[in-house]
């Protein structure tokens, strides 16, 4: 056995398992894989000796941290969800506009269109409803000024 299958086999291993006649007989002839196997297990020893207290500390001061670093909301600014808009719009103004489009047209003929167009406007409309869920308190604001604006 080579010393990288022996690592391998050994790496493979669950936790605590016996090891395998194959590696213990490639071991006693190798002082290289003898060395490192010695050092996992006494690295999976001092593991398996620290206290579980020790686990939940760490694990709170990950998220801790974690907390600390990403903000509460991710914002997205109002220009770039109009500029996504736009585009979405003139996405779908332009495609009777384009060489596929007309590709399409040719091979299947006009029964294409209305499929094409519905999950188009599916799309715009999906769009829509996120824009104004994500700016409901915008506008209810804006509209509030208008309404002030019209009495
Ligand atoms: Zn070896």
């Not at 090891?19 to 190798?30: E, F, K, N, S, W």
């Not at 020790?54 to 969800?81: C, F, H, K, Y």
């Amino acid at each position: 056995m080579t010393c990288e299958k022996c690592m391998d086999r050994y790496l493979s291993l669950d936790n605590g398992e016996a090891l395998p006649r194959g590696i213990r007989a490639h071991v006693a002839g190798c002082n290289r894989c003898m060395t490192e196997i010695r050092g996992f297990e006494a690295l999976r020893e001092e593991m398996t000796s620290l206290p579980p207290e020790s686990d939940r500390d760490l694990a709170d001061e990950v998220m801790m941290n974690i907390r600390r670093l990403s903000p509460d909301r991710q914002t997205v600014s109002t220009g770039r969800w109009l500029a996504v808009g736009i585009t979405l719009l003139l996405s779908v103004a332009l495609v009777p506009l384009g060489r596929s489009y007309l590709w399409v047209r040719q091979t299947w003929g006009m029964s294409f269109d209305l499929p094409l167009f519905l999950v188009l406007g599916i799309v715009f409309v999906l769009y829509c409803t996120v824009f104004i869920a994500v700016h409901v308190d915008e506008l209810s604001h804006r509209f509030k000024i208008l309404d002030a604006f019209l009495k």
